[in-house]
C-alpha cells in the first residue's frame, strides 16, 4: 500500500523540547510517527552575530490531510518566535 | 552534469540491521551509496502503546529507473512487517 | 509567512570541512542557516571497492533565487571532484 506522505523539517532548542513536541504531535495522532536526531550542530545569524549551536532535529511524516493541523500545532507549542519549518 | 536522484528515507530497527540493508543495496549497484544516520529516537505508537525507541535512519538516492527494485529490495530483506519509506 | 525553500544535502569529508563549508555560506547570507549532522556513516563504491567511512551530512536551506549560488559555493569550496548534492 503507497500513502503519499508529506517529510516536515524542524530544528529545536535542545532535546526535552524535541520530545516534548514529537510526543504531543504523536498523542494527537496526527503524524504516525516523530524521528529526532539530536545530535546536530547549526550555524545560522542571530541579532548580527554568526552563532554555532547544538540543535536537534525533529522529522515528521504526515499525509496531506493532516499537514495544516501539524504546522498549526508545531507553532503554537515551539519556543521560538522565527520558525523554520521544511 | 545534473542528475535527478530521489532520496529515499526509511528507519530501521537496529545499526546492524542498517549496515546489512544498505550494504546489499549498495553492492547491487541499486544506488551509488548508502547513509546511516545511528543515533535517532522515534516516538510512534505500537499496539494501543506510546513508544519510545532508538531507530537508526537509512537514507538512499538512486534514479528514477532503479527506485521500484530499491523499493521492492527493502521490504524483502527489512525486518519489519509494517514499512514507512520515504 | 510561508517561504518555499529548497532544502540541498550533500556529504562532506569530515567535521570540520562541514563546519568550513557551512560557515562560508552563511556568512555569505546565502542561506539562513546550515545544519551539520556529524556521526552519518557512509557506504559507496570507490575504485572497485565497496567502502564504509564516517561523511558528515550538511543540510542547507535556501530560497530559489540563491539555489545557483550555493550550488556553485559548495562546488567551489568542497574537497570532492566528484560531488552528490541533493
Redesign the interface.
Known amino acids: 500500500m503507497v500513502i503519499i ?1 508529506n ?1 516536515i ?1 524542524v ?1 529545536i532548542s535542545n532535546e526535552e523540547e524535541s ?1 516534548y513536541i ?2 504531543k504531535i ?2 494527537k ?1 496526527l503524524t ?14 542571530w541579532e548580527g552575530n ?1 552563532e ?1 549551536d547544538n ?1 536537534p ?1 525533529l522529522i515528521l ?1 504526515t499525509i496531506d490531510e493532516n499537514l495544516g493541523a501539524v504546522m498549526a500545532k508545531i507553532k503554537e507549542i515551539h519556543s521560538y518566535d522565527n520558525l ?1 519549518i ?1
Open positions: 506522505m517529510l523539517y530544528t520530545l514529537g510526543e504523536v498523542k495522532r504516525a510517527c516523530a524521528n529526532i536526531i539530536s545530535d546536530m550542530k547549526s550555524i545560522y545569524w554568526l554555532k540543535e532535529i511524516k523554520c521544511i
